[in-house]
């Protein structure tokens, strides 16, 4: 029989976090994002070596710092350039749960003109999330007017900013 290249179970892309304390990280997943532990390898000296967590029907692979091996935290590099965009049942529920477990807010839940409720956090290991809920089904030509409207205010705001 012949091996598949893209093995069962696993989605094309799969982000793969490294965490500062990698156990409390899937930890926190766990209870705020609702993920649930596939597997956990643990290395000899303590560390995990490699973790597997289901998401919806997304994987997400998590693991310690490896410095020796050039595996960085967020926090060890002075942040991340990455947002993961979640989408959830409840965002305002996921979103104070977050805030209540040591995530740090970076833009509070509101409505959005493409459709849905979103808030930016960054959890306490240094990753930032996008996270959602689906609040409105936005046509075609509605969403073209509301996107006009948004980047003009934008544009607004930026030439008012005194920086």
């Known amino acids: ?5 893209v093995p069962e179970g696993s989605p094309r892309v799969t982000p793969y ?28 000296d303590g560390r995990i070596a490699h973790a597997e967590l289901d998401l919806g029907d997304s994987l997400l692979m998590v693991a ?3 410095p020796e091996m050039g595996f960085r935290s967020p926090q ?3 942040g991340s350039p ?4 979640v ?3 409840d965002v305002d529920a996921v979103f104070t749960k977050a805030l209540a477990q040591g995530a740090k807010e970076l833009r509070p839940v509101r409505n959005e003109f493409y459709g849905d409720r979103t808030g930016q956090m960054e959890d306490p290991f240094g990753h930032r999330w996008s996270i959602a809920t689906h609040v409105e089904d936005v046509p075609p030509e509605e969403m073209e007017k509301r996107a006009k409207a948004a980047m003009e205010s934008m ?4 030439s008012t900013d005194p920086q």
Do not use: N, Q, W
């Open 1 to 5: 029989m012949a091996v598949k290249p």
């Open 17 to 44: 976090l490294c965490c500062d304390g990698a156990a409390a990280a899937i930890d926190f997943y766990v209870s705020v994002l609702g993920a649930s532990e596939r597997m956990r390898m643990p290395a000899p």
């Open 64 to 66: 310690d710092e490896y």
């Open 76 to 78: 060890a590099i002075g």
């Open 82 to 85: 990455v947002t993961f965009h």
């Open 87 to 89: 989408y959830v049942e």
């Open 155 to 158: 544009e607004s705001m930026e």
